[in-house]
């Protein structure tokens, strides 16, 4: 069964980074589209940023566009979001998603796999 681990949330100050961390177990990280979506208190999911396999398609967020960046590193089965001037308005769960099959997509509904999530706080 297809895993996906995240880690790096924590509480930091508004213009701090912040790198998260997916890992992925019995999945093909490098045939996979993968992303990060995040869910605020009593706000829908939405998407952060998305990887297509070989990393040729990379999608953001215009919230995000400019400060975040993706990436994977496909011997270490992970998945990463560098994170650069974090506003509080970041503040949410992290979620990484996996789907094996298709491009890399924009909406919850693509991705077959999740992740528990992690906590990033932006204190102002």
């Known amino acids: 069964q297809v895993q996906l681990v995240e880690s790096g949330g924590r509480l930091v100050q508004a213009g701090d980074s912040l790198r998260l961390s997916c890992v992925a177990s019995?999945?093909?990280?490098?045939?996979?589209?993968m992303a990060w979506f995040r869910q605020a208190p009593g706000k829908e999911r939405e998407f952060v940023a998305a990887?297509?396999?070989?990393?040729?398609?990379?999608a953001y967020a215009d919230s995000v566009k400019g400060r975040f960046t993706i990436s994977r590193d496909n011997d270490r089965r992970t998945l990463y979001l560098q994170m650069n001037i974090l506003k509080p308005e970041d503040t949410a769960v992290y979620y990484c998603?996996?789907?094996?099959?298709?491009?890399?997509?924009?909406?919850?509904?693509?991705?077959?796999?999740w992740g528990q999530g992690t906590q990033v706080t932006v204190s102002s």
């Open positions: 998603a996996a789907r094996p099959v298709g491009m890399a997509g924009t909406t919850p509904i693509q991705y077959d796999y």
């Open positions: 019995k999945l093909t990280v490098s045939t996979s589209a």
């Open positions: 990887i297509h396999w070989l990393g040729r398609t990379i």
